[in-house]
């Protein structure tokens, strides 16, 4: 009835303003993975839905990126025999949820290649072969340009080959965009259009033969670039700013450390090799410190690059404009120190005195200088003999020339003869000229589609939309994220950003759209627990509060729960949603009370927090996979890496485990939990992981009965 009602309330608001091209209950902006996995469901629901994709074929993102064209996501083939297809498809990252028999569905990335991790061309011919049942249902070359409400519904305006400017309306949008706007270089480059972006550098190195290069970024991209430019460069330097580390502290976000795949694979670390190994190549990890910047200056034909904060600017505008990303600003930058009088002081002047135009644009500070200054200032005389060093030989009076970089950019000759003094004049890191200049600072949700009267609010540096625990976005009712946009309420913890994450979350959108428009209940499955004498003698002391003309079941009470014990033990060991969305979605079990008995409802599956909102006011028991939240940094290859062998020191687990919780009706924090001892094989089959699992189940039902 409330679809019906949308449907013709919006239909009447149109009229109002021109027919519409078309209008669909459920359209879908991106035809990209998400995009498909949730017209899969769609289609094979019999539901209305639209999708609209800007290129010619699906999952086109795949087409260019990775620019090296290796994926990192895994394509593990085999599992152990007697595994069962779900367990495995834990494995395989690159292959969506296919609701159809096994005869018809596409076959699956794991069948294509077998690499563990694949060309890209092998996901854009499986996302384009999936993609071909809804063919009806997408509309390839066709751009959204514009999103806006008319009245309770969604007007989009799309530009195609053969319009301009079609017009569609929308009960509900879903945005699959993923973040396909590069985040630029102007915020941290002063010369800007000096750098190259990583969404334009060719698919081989072969072009940088013998060449310098400075990437700038730490993140898989940069790495990626790094690893693949190694091979023809004289060298390859990648500065970034250092990252919060789960134990404290800042540093290299290593995702073997981390547990998030979206942190640095190990795959992609040869330059950490060649750096610490000595060969030329560096990684200056925390090289860009917050409000820092580099600005980037031509150099006899190629580029030189410095360090900058706020500090070194020499006038009003850029004081103004640093922190914004203000281009061609000046900043007083350091040439070279010398000692008084020495040659390369002798050459240094005679350089810019050829350039008298721009002698009020360089600055001379000259400073005595010996070993105990303050980084030093704790050294005594004892210390220095028994290192055997004489701390005279420090003793001399050094003369520092900095330039302005609007000078050097005024004149390419005086940039170059500069440039070349730098290299003799220090041991700056930078202080070599590079050929090329890289930004790999990954990607920002694009909204420049949304008309200004639709609140959309973006998170985690501006990188993600807010969205609520249901993936609708916040403020904008009717309107949902999927994909890679969906990672905002999992963003570093889970793998909500990637395929093999979101095919599970594009699933829990479409089940709970299914329920709020057409009434279909989440799939669970339900029994009752007869609530006899007998089993309140077993249970508790409250025997005498039953009634004894309420007949007696001819088994135990632990008997009648093994149903639950066995629903429980084979998603644990087989489930692929909530191993990969570990801590994210789990199973809940919601017990609801009758007078002769419980009655149970398996729901499989669900986003936790928006569930936990939801049956706040009824008893639950949830499942999750979850790690230690001190299982990381240098522990996960260290002595204490294994927390636990044994049942009951499962609490201790480190590793990859089980945790159920029970939360009593109108319970925030649970009351009870139990773990399931960390296993490599992720496995819990034994009489040691079966018995006390029993036992908790037996006290959790106690705790309701009695």
């Not at 915020?187 to 259009?193: I, N, W």
């Not at 990381?632 to 260290?638: A, I, P, S, W």
Request: aromatic share 10%; charged share 25%.
């Amino acid at each position: 009835m409330w679809l019906t009602l949308q449907l013709l309330l919006g239909a009447v608001l149109w009229r109002c303003g021109g027919a519409a091209e078309s209008q669909t209950q459920y359209c879908i902006i991106g035809g990209g993975p998400a995009g498909i996995q949730l017209g899969h469901f769609f289609l094979h629901a019999g539901r209305d839905y639209v999708i609209f994709e800007k290129q010619a074929t699906a999952g086109s993102f795949f087409e260019q990126y990775p620019r090296h064209r290796k994926l990192i996501s895994l394509n593990k083939r085999k599992v152990r025999e007697g595994r069962s297809e779900d367990f495995a498809f834990r494995h395989d990252w690159n292959t969506l949820i296919d609701v159809r028999e096994a005869g018809r569905r596409t076959p699956p990335v794991t069948e294509r290649s077998k690499e563990l991790f694949p060309h890209a061309s092998v996901l854009v011919e499986y996302l384009s072969e999936f993609a071909e049942e809804q063919n009806e249902h997408i509309r390839y070359n066709s751009s959204v340009q514009k999103i806006q409400r008319q009245g309770s519904i969604f007007e989009l305006t799309v530009a195609s080959p053969d319009s301009p400017s079609h017009r569609f309306l929308c009960v509900e949008v879903i945005i699959a965009t993923g973040l396909a706007k590069p985040r630029l270089a102007n915020l941290r480059v002063d010369g800007a259009e000096h750098v190259l972006g990583y969404e334009d550098l060719p698919s081989s190195g072969e072009s940088f033969e013998g060449q310098a290069v400075l990437i700038l970024g730490q993140g898989n991209a940069a790495l990626e670039t790094a690893q693949e430019l190694q091979q023809y460069t004289s060298e390859v330097h990648l500065v970034s700013r250092a990252r919060p580390l789960p134990e404290g502290g800042s540093g290299v976000r290593l995702a073997y450390q981390t547990h998030y795949v979206g942190d640095i694979r190990a795959g992609r670390t040869t330059i950490l090799d060649t750096y610490l190994l000595k060969s030329l190549d560096t990684f200056d990890f925390d090289g860009i410190e917050a409000f820092m910047r580099f600005t980037v200056v031509p150099c006899g034909g190629r580029l030189c690059v410095w360090y900058i904060s706020k500090e070194e600017c020499n006038s009003v505008r850029c004081r103004q404009q640093h922190d914004i990303g203000g281009q061609n600003l000046s900043y007083m930058v350091e040439v070279a120190t010398v000692h008084v009088n020495s040659t390369l002081h002798m050459r240094l002047r005679s350089i810019v005195e050829k350039y008298p135009e721009f002698a009020s644009r360089l600055r001379w500070e000259t400073e005595d200088v010996d070993m105990f200054d303050e980084e030093n200032e704790q050294l005594t005389m004892d210390q220095l003999d028994r290192l055997g060093i004489d701390p005279s030989v420090f003793n001399m009076k050094t003369t520092k020339l900095e330039v302005s970089t609007s000078a050097l950019r005024a004149n390419p000759q005086l940039a170059e003869e500069l440039s070349e003094m730098r290299q003799l004049g220090g041991h700056d890191n930078l202080r070599y000229p590079m050929d090329h200049v890289i930004r790999c600072f990954g990607w920002v949700f694009d909204t420049q589609i949304f008309d200004s009267s639709l609140p959309i609010d973006l998170v985690h540096n501006r990188k993600y939309p807010q969205i609520t625990p249901a993936w609708e976005l916040k403020g904008v009712p009717g309107m949902y994220a999927a994909g890679t946009l969906t990672h905002s309420l999992d963003f570093r913890k889970s793998a909500g950003g990637f395929i093999h994450g979101f095919r599970y979350t594009s699933r829990a959108l479409f089940r709970l759209l299914e329920e709020r428009n057409f009434n279909v209940s989440w799939p669970q499955t339900s029994w009752q627990l007869p609530v006899t004498c007998s089993a309140l003698n077993e249970l508790s002391d409250a025997a005498s509060d039953c009634d004894p003309e309420i007949p007696e079941a001819s088994d135990s009470f632990d008997v009648a729960l093994e149903p639950l014990l066995e629903m429980l033990l084979e998603r644990i060991n087989g489930a692929s949603g909530p191993y990969q969305m570990f801590e994210f979605l789990g199973d809940m079990v919601l017990f609801e009370s009758r007078s002769t008995h419980l009655q149970l409802r398996y729901l499989e599956e669900v986003p936790l927090k928006h569930f936990h909102a939801r049956y706040k006011n009824v008893s639950r028991l949830t499942w999750v996979f979850r790690y230690s939240d001190s299982f990381h940094g240098r522990k996960v290859l260290g002595e204490g890496r294994v927390g636990a062998t044994r049942a009951q020191d499962a609490h201790r687990s480190n590793f990859l485990h089980p945790m159920l919780a029970f939360y009593p009706a109108g319970a925030v924090n649970a009351t009870m939990r139990h773990w399931l001892v960390e296993d490599v094989f992720t496995q819990w089959r034994g009489l040691d992981d079966r018995v006390p699992l029993a036992k908790f189940l037996h006290r959790v039902t106690a705790s309701m009965i009695s």
